[in-house]
């Protein structure tokens, strides 16, 4: 299945965990690890500090990431982040939105995305995709 987001964007919070991450010899917020989906439909703005209607995802809030990532594209300043819900996971819910988070104590949202509705069912398996890249 093929899902095209309607809208996805970094929040503050995440620009926050990038210039914080990037410029502090030790930084204060943890790198984004871990997602969260559910079953909203408001086009994410800037200011999104958590998605819009969570569905738990075998009964967490959050998963991690798939291990291996992120990879970093350093000549094209592409991050690619890869994260997976199993056929056992959040079924029978109409998934419609995706956020990667970070595991501070109180996690901060850092990317936020709509997408076209997929009806979760135990035959499928979605892998989400999160590209984010530095345009200069």
Not at 12 to 27: E, S, V
Not at 33 to 44: A, K, R
Not at 72 to 89: G, M, Y
Not at 93 to 122: C, M, Q, R
Request: proline residues 4%.
């Amino acid at each position: 299945m093929i899902s095209i987001a309607t809208g996805q964007i970094i929040t503050n919070l995440g620009a926050k965990i990038i210039i914080n991450r990037g410029f502090k010899g030790t930084p204060d917020y943890t790198a984004p690890t871990v997602f969260s989906v559910g079953t909203g439909t408001t086009t994410p703005v800037v200011t999104d500090t958590v998605i819009e209607t969570l569905v738990q995802i075998s009964g967490s809030d959050t998963k991690a990431i798939v291990t291996g990532y992120p990879t970093f594209d350093e000549t094209n300043f592409v991050a690619t982040i890869r994260c997976l819900l199993l056929t056992t996971e959040c079924n029978g819910s109409p998934l419609t939105e995706f956020g990667l988070k970070n595991t501070d104590g109180t996690a901060k949202l850092f990317s936020h995305a709509v997408h076209t509705a997929i009806s979760k069912t135990a035959s499928i398996q979605v892998i989400y995709v999160e590209k984010d890249k530095i345009t200069l």
